[in-house]
């Protein structure tokens, strides 16, 4: 009874150290919805916030760092103490100073920020806010800007917020500081059907090769920063199918942003697309579905329905191959277009438009149909076609999660469980020479042949 007491003691050990959480957190994955086909529809993530966890959606915006939420949502989803808790939250100044928080300001001892959209102004306060990606996962203490507009043409009816993703103390520097996650990395990726996902600090691998998509390798090339940290490409060159360089050897400055629907070229260049788009319809079939100019939207053709459009597109309009820093990408029709409503009828309209400034701005309409990894360790951007079905990859959604030595219980149980086996591997060598042993022999000679047989099996082993 004395012998076998430890063993089963230290059995009890090891079953706890089995019982404690080894994940160490890589990186987690969640489902996008939204749907840039549907007009001036975006793409959002749900985000769980307070310690209420209340639901709300977040824009994807890779041209901020802002992340931010309309303060008016809480007043008829909360209790009527909130707006307390939520004064109480309010980030204060220091030395007439705010943190390093992005488009911040001191204003009477409390951070208030501002940031200028194309046609919308973000002004509000920083408050401390707990975040989580799902109510099951663990909250985290994250300074959102809070702001109260009513009128805003980012905000519809699905959309509470912002969640900025660029270089400059974004969401996603904040995760890997804190070291929720291990890298410095996330990934978007948007489709025409289920929305796509978004995925922080892993690259998530597909399941197998994805049919009808080119082979599977990731395509990286190295993005440079613009003032405010977007995401910066050059552009080198520009083909409709099987058509000259409408950049004719030049290079144009580009950005990647996530909020916009359409993909704006400089006035130049968006002329010679027009031109050569037009020029190339008029050689395919049915020339593009009889393609026509649409007020204030574009070039459309009509299809009966959304779900036509995804079938048939491609067989209609011309790929399209742009170049960013020597690699091409190929966008298709169905990843490409723009659909609007307009008198019952469904218009496929081309998802590009001119940009009022001196750079490109690649738009989701850029991005579809690929996996875009912002790899921000590395400074580069890699590439990978995929259909950004969530059910192909080899990961489930989960979410960032406490570290084995961040819980002090679990460094009892290590510390316990560690002594545990020692004893046990002592208890093991007793039973084996109190049962195993031949006591006939001499009690030296024993002892020597013990010592060489051990000597030369470890030497074997190693």
């Not at 989960?398 to 009892?412: K, L």
């Not at 001499?442 to 190693?462: A, F, L, M």
Request: aromatic residues 14%; charged residues 20%.
């Amino acid at each position: 009874m004395n012998i076998f007491f430890p063993f089963v003691k230290n059995i009890l050990f090891i079953f706890l150290l089995s019982r404690i959480n080894l994940s160490n957190s890589q990186g987690f994955i969640s489902l996008l919805n939204g749907d840039s086909h549907n007009g001036e529809n975006h793409y959002y993530i749900t985000l769980y916030i307070g310690e209420e966890k209340k639901p709300l959606n977040f824009l994807l915006d890779t041209s901020s760092s802002l992340i931010s939420y309309q303060s008016t949502i809480y007043s008829s989803l909360s209790s009527p103490n909130f707006k307390k808790t939520e004064e109480k939250d309010v980030i204060n100044c220091q030395n007439d100073t705010c943190p390093n928080y992005p488009y911040s300001f001191c204003s009477n001892n409390q951070c208030y920020y501002e940031y200028n959209y194309k046609n919308s102004t973000f002004k509000g306060k920083y408050v401390d806010k707990y975040i989580s990606l799902s109510t099951e996962m663990e909250s985290h203490i994250f300074p959102m800007g809070c702001f109260n507009s009513d009128n805003n043409e980012y905000f519809y009816s699905d959309a509470d917020g912002i969640l900025g993703l660029n270089y400059n103390n974004s969401f996603i520097n904040l995760l890997y500081q804190r070291k929720d996650i291990q890298k410095n990395l996330f990934t978007i990726c948007m489709n025409s059907n289920q929305g796509g996902y978004l995925s922080f600090g892993e690259i998530i691998e597909n399941k197998k090769e994805e049919k009808n998509y080119r082979k599977n390798i990731i395509n990286y090339v190295y993005y440079s920063l613009s003032q405010d940290g977007m995401y910066k490409l050059s552009m080198t060159s520009f083909h409709i199918g099987d058509g000259l360089d409408l950049l004719n050897g030049n290079e144009v400055d580009s950005v990647i942003d996530s909020l916009s629907t359409k993909t704006y070229l400089t006035e130049s260049l968006y002329n010679k697309f027009v031109k050569e788009f037009l020029l190339k319809c008029q050689k395919m079939k049915n020339n593009c579905n009889n393609i026509q100019k649409v007020e204030k939207v574009g070039f459309c053709s009509i299809f009966k329905s959304k779900q036509k459009i995804i079938n048939s597109i491609d067989k209609y309009w011309p790929q399209i191959i742009i170049a960013v820093n020597g690699y091409n990408l190929f966008l298709r029709p169905k990843n490409y277009f723009v659909a609007y409503v307009s008198s019952g009828k469904i218009n496929a309209c081309v998802g590009f438009g001119k940009s009022n400034a001196n750079y490109n701005i690649l738009g989701s309409s850029f991005m579809n149909g690929y996996d875009v990894i912002f790899d921000n360790e590395n400074k580069r951007i890699g590439f990978i076609e995929s259909n950004c079905d969530i059910k192909l990859k080899k990961v489930e959604n989960r979410g960032y999660q406490n570290r084995v030595f961040d819980d002090p219980v679990n460094i009892i149980i290590i510390c316990i469980s560690s002594f545990g086996i020692i004893i046990l591997i002592i208890v093991l060598i007793f039973l084996y020479k109190e049962f195993c042993c031949d006591k006939q022999k001499r009690k030296g000679y024993i002892r020597q042949v013990d010592v060489n047989n051990s000597y030369y099996n470890n030497k074997n082993v190693n």
